[in-house]
């Protein structure tokens, strides 16, 4: 899909789903957060799934956190809809992704606490 393609898709998403802005602009709490979002255009992009497929599943995450009362942000949706999206389409199994999360979430551990010196807080998440 080219990219003019996406952006009008992320741009016309429903209400309901539609990604958090401040004054126009996509606004990111955290780092993360910007690399769920950034993951889930760059594997449509390359074809490994429309983007309808990724905004029903992220309309469906939304409506079935509000039906159960379950408290989460925007982007918990989100990555909860590509990780469900992913799985399905074959791209990773279950314990795979479940593998690689564990070793980002060392990655990262190790990084706030063993190199404050270097500045390097933030990696490239590299999927396997």
């Known amino acids: 899909m080219m990219a003019g393609t996406i952006d009008q898709h992320i741009a016309n998403m429903a209400a309901q789903i539609a990604l ?4 126009g602009e996509l606004v990111f709490e955290a780092s993360w957060e910007a690399r769920a979002f950034g993951l889930a ?3 449509n992009e390359k074809g490994l799934y429309p983007w ?3 905004s ?7 409506a079935t956190a509000e039906q159960n009362g ?3 942000s925007y982007y ?3 990555l909860a809809s590509l990780e469900k999206l992913v799985i ?3 791209m990773i199994n279950r314990e795979e992704l479940d593998a690689w999360t564990a070793q980002q979430a060392l990655d990262e551990h190790d990084d706030h606490h063993h190199h404050h010196d270097d500045h390097q ?3 490239p998440v590299h999927l396997p």
């Open 52 to 54: 309808r497929d990724f």
């Open 76 to 78: 918990e949706s989100w």
């Open 70 to 72: 379950i408290s989460s």
């Open 121 to 123: 807080h933030h990696r």
């Open 20 to 23: 958090p802005r401040k004054n």
């Open 41 to 43: 255009v760059a594997l």
């Open 56 to 62: 029903q599943e992220l309309a469906t995450e939304i």
């Open 88 to 90: 399905a389409k074959g």
